[in-house]
């Protein structure tokens, strides 16, 4: 059965159980490994986050750097060019639903959460930059803490060095003053794991879950899955909706997708299966 959780974004309230939740990927990078360069401009990316929006997305995930192997890094200011006039605009065409900002920044995570976002995603789980957890404490902000740790031990249990990364991430975040309620973990497929580290993983959500916060799940079109396939990203589709339904089956809560329609369809029938259907709809 899936933990509920609470988390507040201002006067809302993000609610996590048994329901599951689609974060719909907008990348407004040039070179990001799957859509790289497909809503860089402002007007594309508020017609691909109202589409999201109709397939069923939730939240609205705002990514300006890319985090694809061998990406470069850009600058403070050459992400904020790329996200914040997405953002402006996403507010001017009405869209109320939750934003969350793809950064490790704080500095980014501050105009970002100014212009509308009330969720950060991290990607370094405030170990990059420990002053995004001031940024999000302050606004008291839900925060995605991802696993992403190149020189861990990997000799040891996966699981157990995930927990030990994310001990140091949730001590950053409660040292700024940010409540652990307010903490969700990413286990971060294809971030310093191996082909094979990935599906260990995956077959281990559960364990994951009994840290007892929210899990999400970002397995979209990743490259662990072309390895399985031979595919190339758009092909991943499919393998990417197992990825989900094995993951909310163990107890997550929240998908990062590139291909909403598919996997709100898919964790539709999960959860019909797992905790009862609703009433049938009109043929």
């Known amino acids: 059965m899936h933990k509920s959780f609470s988390l507040k974004m201002g006067d809302k309230t993000l609610e996590l159980g048994p329901i599951p939740l689609v974060m719909g990927i907008l990348n407004v990078t040039p070179d990001s490994f799957s859509d790289g360069g497909e ?51 996403l507010k001017l065409a009405g869209i109320t639903t939750p934003v969350s900002i793809d950064t490790y920044k704080a500095i980014v995570g501050h105009q970002a959460i100014q212009a509308g976002a009330s969720i950060i995603n991290d990607v370094w789980g405030f170990q990059r930059d420990p002053e995004l957890a001031d940024v999000a404490a302050h606004y008291n902000t839900p925060s995605i803490l991802m696993h992403w740790d190149v020189e861990r ?21 409660e040292c700024a003053g940010l ?38 799940v970002g397995f979209s079109r990743k490259s662990a899955l072309g390895k399985l396939l031979g595919v190339e990203p758009k092909e991943r589709v499919a393998a990417t909706g197992a990825t989900t339904v094995l993951a909310y089956g163990q107890g997550a809560h929240i998908f990062r997708a590139h291909d909403v329609q598919e996997n709100h369809d898919v964790l539709q029938v999960a959860h019909a299966t797992k905790y009862g259907p609703p009433p049938a709809r009109e043929m």
Request: charged share 25%; net charge negative; aromatic share 8%.
């Open 39 to 89: 809503h860089n401009g402002t007007s594309d990316a508020v017609s691909q986050a109202k589409q999201m929006i109709t397939e069923g997305a939730e939240i609205i995930d705002v990514g300006g750097e890319s985090t694809r192997p061998g990406a470069q890094e850009v600058g403070a200011q050459a992400e904020l060019d790329r996200i914040m006039p997405v953002l402006d605009a």
């Open 179 to 216: 409540s652990k309620s307010q903490i969700i973990l990413d286990p971060g497929f294809g971030f310093a794991k191996t082909y094979k580290e990935n599906f260990e993983l995956l077959g281990r959500i559960d364990e994951l879950c009994e840290f007892g916060y929210p899990v999400l």
């Open 153 to 173: 031990d990997t000799t040891k249990d996966i699981i157990f060095e995930l927990k030990r990364y994310f001990e140091k991430s949730i001590q950053i975040a």
